[in-house]
């Protein structure tokens, strides 16, 4: 067996640093009077502190912009006299992608960007309203309320265009290092609700990697 | 004597080396620190990517990774406006880059949609093209900020 034995010299100096490292670690309970991390706010065109494989604000806000302002130039649903009854809302936007994700705030985002970009230019109809405003015209009808100010139509508003869309998604991993990589590809499609034909398309893909994926909820 | 003389050579042999390298994408004294800002125009805002100074040790000069080959706007059938950028990659690695256009009206104003980032690859030696749409069917003038992905 080997003995490793320090110079008396090294021993002495050795003595106060020991001495002082134990004061300051056990020092007992005292305050640690500091700052704990703050809230940041953080831009969510960026990706921020956090980010994986999934899709993130950056990529909602990419997404429904180039959407909004693709839609914005195609003649049919910007360019006719008549402005068209749109319905936008993810009724058929179907999550079939291992992201998760609420899809309302891909179609949310979508409608109220394109609402106040367009001016005008096309109408928006509020499909998920329905109910509420039935609810309103029957006691407008029964005379429980008065009519209101501005008119009285028939019917509620008929669309002529709906979106749908589909999210879905390749999934990959390294086995050695084990990195994941996502590819995501979100289809966005508005269909004529009298023909049945798509009238304009938008596709946005993407494809991610991370070595520690992060927890989406 | 020589001993001078040898310390003056390697000086400025120093000197020299530290000029040709330029200066640095985080000096203060870069040209596009400071020049006014212009539409219709393609601007690099990382100047990792592209930079100029003109009071470096050796006078003017620049360092560049991409070049903006040509650019422009078009009307759509709408009546929106179409913005392109070419962009040429010099180097032997892709690049990720972000780019974000500014519309503004004749006087200058902003009236368009918010500016967002738009995500993009330039491939090694190669063009790749950057396309924007305006929300508003008005006449307008453009800026498009480029900057890589980080």
Not at chain 1, 112 to 124: D, K, P, S, T
Request: proline content about 3%; some cysteine; overall charge negative.
């Amino acid at each position: 067996m080997t003995r490793f034995t320090l110079p008396a010299g090294a021993a002495r100096a050795l003595v106060p640093v020991a001495a002082a490292a134990l004061l300051a670690g056990c020092a007992g309970n005292q305050v640690e009077n500091v700052a704990g991390t703050p809230t940041v706010y953080e831009d969510p065109e960026t990706t921020g502190r956090v980010g994986g494989v999934g899709i993130e604000s950056q990529d909602v806000v990419a997404m429904t912009d180039e959407m909004m302002r693709d839609m914005l130039r195609n003649r049919m649903l910007a360019g006719r006299d008549v402005p068209p009854r749109v319905i936008i809302d993810n009724a058929y936007l179907d999550n079939e992608s291992s992201s998760v994700i609420n899809t309302n705030q891909l179609t949310d985002r979508l409608r109220i960007e394109l609402n106040r970009a367009a001016n005008g230019r096309m109408v928006f109809v509020s499909r998920e309203s329905a109910d509420m405003v039935q609810q309103e015209r029957d006691a407008k009808r029964d005379g429980v309320v008065d009519s209101g100010t501005i008119r009285e139509t028939a019917a509620q508003a008929g669309a002529d265009y709906r979106l749908r869309g589909r999210i879905t998604s390749l999934d990959a991993v390294d086995r050695d290092s084990q990195t994941q990589s996502r590819y995501t590809q979100v289809t966005f499609e508005m269909v004529d609700l009298e023909l049945g034909t798509i009238v304009w398309s938008g596709l946005y893909e993407m494809r991610k990697a991370a070595q520690d994926n992060v927890l989406y909820r | 004597m020589r001993i001078i003389r040898k310390t003056a050579a390697v000086v400025t042999a120093l000197l020299l080396v530290v000029g040709c390298q330029g200066l640095p994408s985080d000096s203060e004294r870069l040209t596009e620190r400071t020049e006014p800002v212009e539409y219709n125009s393609v601007v690099f805002t990382d100047y990792n990517l592209q930079r100029s100074w003109s009071d470096g040790l050796l006078g003017e000069g620049g360092r560049y990774r991409l070049s903006v080959e040509r650019h422009g706007q078009r009307r759509t059938e709408t009546g929106t406006t179409e913005v392109f950028a070419v962009i040429r990659n010099h180097t032997d690695a892709d690049y990720t880059l972000e780019a974000r256009t500014h519309f503004v009206d004749r006087d200058g104003v902003p009236t368009d949609a918010d500016a967002v980032w738009k995500r993009f690859t330039a491939s090694a030696n190669s063009l790749t093209a950057y396309r924007e749409y305006s929300t508003s069917d008005q006449p307008l003038q453009y800026r498009v900020e480029v900057r890589e992905l980080r």
